[in-house]
């Protein structure tokens, strides 16, 4: 036989295996039985043994068999993986219809696709040119992990897209989960073998999706549903997401057979009473259902907002409740300062999990609630995933049993309690000083658009508190080469480049520089209104509330919060450390009153690189005299900046008839108006 007819040979076999695969995963429909699909398996391998030069990366053989890795790499998704809004009941739902009409302006009804939501793991899989290059997980929905070798090893995969038409690079989203019935056989098999067992069908899958030999994953009975697309390129889909999911089908990848598409949102209604009542008859575990708005167009005209989209929502399922007793309650603090009451509980098996702790939110929940130590409660995970104290049985309380009290100062720093009248949460009022937000306040202070300290990343900020090198921002400038040296993945030149920013960044702006403090909503325009108004930062420490609303958009509540950041002796020595490192800014002039600055009711815009300031520190300045500064040139542009390189902003100018300032003329404007420049 020749090297031709043998490779026609395999792809029949090939292409025959596929169509099985496609049968028995996606289509639940087999058409032959086990035995017959292991006789062509082996048939396969025997002819690839003969001839490993025809072996192909997509053939069913070639699922398993990389070495181990020694970590997983990170991939950054170039769409983002977004989270979903939740409703948990109907006029939650009912509210997420109304706001789509509202933003649409539209009273037409909405034709929504409706989704068992699977509880396992969200991935997204990346084809090019229809063949699987690369498996990620979700990880924070802007950087996961990469799991490549491990999504190759699960057969409801294709490692090469069926039929054709697919774009040239199409990115697949979907959750891979562990069916109930191979979950029962794995921890038989890991009981028999005396082994520790998984708690529930979603940690076997994630635990399955971690290991670092992909044979192990391949032992695990893994499946995958699609339920979106990420990025396409090269090419189009439906302009309908349930025709998208039909397409992904017809391409060989599984989708959930329960998805239908509704007209309104009372139909998704019945369809959630429908889908709940035989949710415990199905093959898999979900913990609700996810309604998105059917056609792409409206999709991208609703848009999205924080981290989530405006056209879908999860309604979520009853979460399972338990009953045990409130041993105590204690207060911690979070990251953000927020101080949050926490339940200390017997433990309790409630949700596929053990239970000792649950949130109990705020002071307001608490006093809702009547929860007092010793009292019988029943405990909820809310959403399936976070305890929560939802009831106190009064019939069980022990008397004598008190109420328990906010306390007065931080638990962890001693620092002031802050708690508005017209807020449900505490906050320890110590941001730069107190050691629960110590992380925090250092990955605020060197982020971009505060200090912008180039290199110092979330893993490196972990180390350097975890080893107590940075006990607050100010130890930041204290770093010297050799201690970086020693910390993980820091070389020489790592070390240096990261001394070298450290001391690039003391030269900011004011502006820069309070909103690098973490203020409570003080973010960068009110930073900017703050340093053109006070002009130094003594006069800002100093200001009282009634001097603080001053200032335009300065309200009584960020007035409270200002005055009270300053207030803390802890956050005035730490300011005080960081001026004596040589932190520094160019002097701002105190300006004429707001309506005789010379650019009050002009809009600028910057553009390009400029040589001798930053664009926010242009911005700044610009801002001191008045002006508004936006993002993008409209006719109503007074004038725009240009640096170098100025692009597509620089063309509409000129177009517009906009006035156009180079940056020479920009310093000489400047000075003209008494701005010091550094």
């Keep these: 036989m020749s090297i031709e007819e043998v490779s026609q040979q395999l792809e029949a076999l090939r292409t025959t295996i596929n169509q099985h695969n496609y049968r028995y995963y996606v289509l639940d429909d087999p058409a032959v039985s086990d035995s017959e699909y292991d006789r062509l398996m082996q048939e396969l391998r025997a002819v690839e043994s003969q001839y490993p030069e025809l072996v192909s990366v997509d053939s069913p053989t070639q699922r398993v068999g990389a070495q181990p890795l020694a970590k997983f790499g990170q991939v950054r998704h170039e769409v983002p993986m977004l989270s979903l809004d939740n409703a948990f009941n109907q006029d939650d739902l009912q509210d997420f219809d109304r706001r789509i009409h509202d933003r649409l302006k539209s009273d037409v009804t909405i034709e929504y696709a409706c989704e068992p939501k699977l509880d396992g793991i969200a991935v997204s899989l990346l084809y090019e040119g229809g063949m699987l290059v690369r498996g990620a997980t979700r990880g924070d929905g802007q950087t996961g992990e990469d799991i490549t070798l491990n999504v190759r090893t699960i057969p409801s995969i294709p490692l090469k897209l069926l039929g054709s038409g697919w774009p040239t690079r199409l990115e697949v989203r979907g959750e891979i989960y562990m069916p109930r019935a191979g979950f029962a056989a794995l921890n038989e098999k890991a009981m028999k073998a005396g082994e520790k067992t998984f708690v529930n069908p979603r940690n076997a899958a994630a635990g399955s999706l971690r290991q670092l030999d992909p044979r192990i994953t391949n032992s695990r009975p893994l499946e995958m549903c699609c339920y979106s697309a990420g990025l396409v390129d090269g090419g189009t889909l439906p302009e309908k997401h349930g025709d998208v999911l039909t397409q992904f089908q017809g391409w060989g990848l599984k989708i959930n057979p329960e998805m239908r598409i509704v007209t309104g949102i009372e139909a998704c209604a019945d369809y959630y009473e429908n889908l709940a009542a035989k949710r415990d008859s199905l093959s898999y575990d979900i913990d609700g259902i996810v309604f998105k708005v059917n056609d792409l167009k409206l999709q991208q005209q609703l848009g999205f907002v924080a981290r989530a989209p405006r056209w879908a929502i999860a309604r979520k399922f009853p979460a399972q409740e338990e009953m045990t007793v409130l041993k105590s309650i204690e207060f911690q603090v979070g990251r953000t300062g927020a101080i949050t ?180 909503e003080v973010g960068e325009a009110t930073a900017a209104t703050l340093a053109s108004h006070f002009c130094t930062l003594e006069a800002l420490e100093a200001a009282t509330q009634e001097e603080l609303q001053a200032a335009d958009d300065v309200g009584p509540i960020v007035a409270q919060h200002i005055a009270m950041f300053f207030q803390q002796a802890h956050n005035r020595e730490v300011i005080e450390a960081l001026l004596a490192q040589g932190l520094n800014w160019p002097a701002i002039e105190k300006p004429v009153e707001s309506d005789e600055l010379p650019l009050t009711g002009q809009t600028w815009v910057l553009t390009g690189a400029l040589t001798a300031m930053t664009r926010d520190e242009g911005k700044a300045y610009l801002q001191a005299l008045g002006a508004k500064v936006a993002g993008s040139v409209s006719a109503k542009t007074a004038t725009l900046v240009a640096g170098e390189k100025a692009g597509s902003k620089l063309s509409k100018a000129q177009s517009l008839g906009v006035s156009v300032m180079d940056e020479e003329a920009f310093m000489a404007f400047l000075q003209e108006h008494g701005i010091v420049m550094s």
């Excluded at 609630?369 to 809310?382: E, K, Q, S």
């Excluded at 505490?426 to 990955?443: M, P, V, W």
């Excluded at 770093?479 to 820091?490: G, Y």
């Design 341 to 520: 009451p926490v339940a200390r509980l017997e433990p309790v098996f409630v949700g596929g999990v053990t239970v000792s702790n649950a949130t109990l939110h705020n002071m307001d929940e608490v006093e809702r609630l009547d929860a007092r130590a010793g009292d019988t409660v029943i405990i909820r995970r809310a959403g399936d995933v976070i305890p929560q104290v939802v009831k106190v049985v009064l019939e069980k309380r022990l008397e004598g049993a008190l109420p328990p009290s906010l306390p007065e100062a931080c638990p962890v720093c001693g620092s002031d309690i802050e708690r508005s009248e017209e807020e449900t949460v505490a906050r320890c009022t110590g941001g730069l000083f107190c050691s629960a937000q110590r992380k925090e306040a250092i990955r605020h202070f060197s982020s971009r658009k505060a200090m912008d300290i180039d290199g110092l990343g979330e893993k490196l900020i972990e180390q350097l508190v975890d080893k107590e090198l940075v006990n607050t921002i100010a130890d930041l400038f204290r770093l010297t080469e050799e201690q970086l040296i020693r910390l993980e993945r820091m070389g020489a030149k790592s070390a240096a480049n990261l001394v070298a920013a450290l001391k690039a960044s003391k030269t900011t702006t004011l502006a820069r520089f309070i909103y690098s403090l973490g203020i409570r």
